[in-house]
């Protein structure tokens, strides 16, 4: 009897091993950019992004799809590989790192003094007309000041595809976060 358990516990597991259940999952990539050399230094600006939310059509695992002017669909098999709000918290990070020098940026809080950046994402997705659309609005508190900015991007998909529309979607967050790094540029 052991011998027969063996060998079904052995069958099922490479057939557990082997299987392909259709799903593809996707990472955001952290779009190319000329990378600024951060010399930390007492006295340098901190930053923490704090969050970025998402309304629950984005927060599930599938990526989201407008069909119509007024339909989307959440896939089912083309997956995201963690949840979106922490890769577009995370690409946040590094995006202000990489263009904001004499700033330490962090998805931690840092210090006493605290500059707080925060993001209401309320559109992310790709469109039935070969468009992604990344929209939303930014809470800056820079030293008790309060300002906020919306942001549209709409960018066209150069290929066809769920590769295509995360390279794509990436794309526009990245440049959505360039809007941001204007503002905190011209602090003091």
Same mark, same amino acid.
């Given at each position: 009897?052991?011998?027969?358990?063996?060998?079904?516990?052995?069958?099922?597991?490479?057939?557990?091993?082997?299987?392909?259940?259709?799903?593809?999952?996707?990472?955001?990539?952290?779009?190319?950019?000329?990378?600024?050399?951060?010399?930390?230094?007492?006295?340098?600006?901190?930053?923490?992004?704090?969050?970025?939310?998402?309304?629950?059509?984005?927060?599930?695992?599938?990526?989201?799809?407008?069909?119509?002017?007024?339909?989307?669909?959440?896939?089912?098999?083309?997956?995201?590989?963690?949840?979106?709000?922490?890769?577009?918290?995370?690409?946040?990070?590094?995006? %202000?790192?990489? /263009?904001?020098? !004499?700033?330490?940026?962090?998805? $931690?809080? #840092?210090?006493? *003094?605290?500059?707080?950046? +925060?993001?209401?994402?309320?559109?992310?997705?790709?469109?039935?007309?070969?468009?992604?659309?990344?929209?939303?609005?930014?809470?800056?508190?820079?030293?008790?000041?309060?300002?906020?900015?919306?942001?549209?991007?709409? %960018?066209?998909? /150069?290929?066809? !595809?769920?590769?295509?529309?995360? $390279?794509? #979607?990436?794309? *526009?967050?990245?440049?959505? +976060?360039?809007?941001?790094?204007?503002?905190?540029?011209?602090?003091?």
């Amino acid at each position: 009897m052991k011998k027969w358990l063996a060998l079904v516990m052995a069958v099922a597991l490479s057939a557990c091993s082997s299987s392909d259940d259709g799903k593809t999952y996707y990472q955001l990539p952290v779009v190319s950019q000329p990378v600024v050399q951060n010399q930390v230094q007492s006295g340098a600006h901190q930053l923490w992004v704090d969050q970025v939310t998402v309304p629950d059509f984005l927060a599930g695992n599938g990526l989201a799809y407008q069909t119509t002017d007024v339909q989307y669909v959440i896939a089912t098999s083309n997956l995201w590989a963690s949840p979106l709000d922490q890769q577009l918290r995370n690409t946040l990070v590094a995006n %202000l790192s990489a /263009q904001l020098p !004499g700033w330490v940026v962090s998805s $931690q809080p #840092l210090g006493s *003094a605290q500059n707080v950046v +925060s993001a209401n994402v309320t559109g992310f997705h790709g469109r039935y007309d070969g468009r992604v659309i990344v929209s939303g609005e930014w809470l800056l508190n820079y030293q008790g000041r309060i300002s906020k900015r919306p942001f549209w991007i709409e %960018l066209k998909q /150069q290929h066809d !595809g769920y590769d295509a529309m995360v $390279q794509t #979607l990436a794309q *526009a967050w990245q440049q959505a +976060s360039q809007g941001l790094i204007s503002q905190i540029a011209l602090l003091p």
